[in-house]
């Protein structure tokens, strides 16, 4: 038998996008309107964390593919009420990250150029 290996796409990597809406909805939910200040609203989505549905104990930060999914389009480490990840998972995720960034793995931000 012939093992295929699977190869990660542009499709692996997180989409902000698709979990806060778009910039729109952003303005609707709680954004300033008419010039006055006021709290933002919390989005709230209930969702599971994803390494623990796929059964993933540790995070490790040789694995960049699975922590760019939880990195934004400019680099920064995207906050668990967003990526649904618990909370032991998201310490996992943030020390993989840092580690990644300083063995030069991941990016520490994204430079437009």
Excluded: W
């Excluded at 994803?50 to 400019?74: H, M, W």
């Excluded at 990840?85 to 931000?109: F, G, M, S, W």
């Amino acid at each position: 038998m012939t093992e295929v290996k699977n190869s990660p796409s542009l499709d692996d990597v997180f989409d902000e996008s698709k979990v806060t809406g778009s910039n729109e909805d952003s303005a609707e939910q709680g954004g300033r309107s008419h010039g006055r200040g006021g709290k933002r609203k919390k989005v709230v989505l209930n969702l599971k964390c994803p390494l623990c549905e796929a059964g993933i104990k540790t995070v490790n930060y040789k694995d960049v593919y699975q922590l760019k999914k939880f990195t934004s389009v400019r680099g920064k480490i995207i906050h668990p009420e967003k990526s649904g990840a618990c909370r032991k998972h998201q310490r996992q995720i943030t020390k993989a990250i840092k580690r990644a960034r300083y063995i030069a793995l991941l990016p520490y931000v994204h430079i437009e150029g």
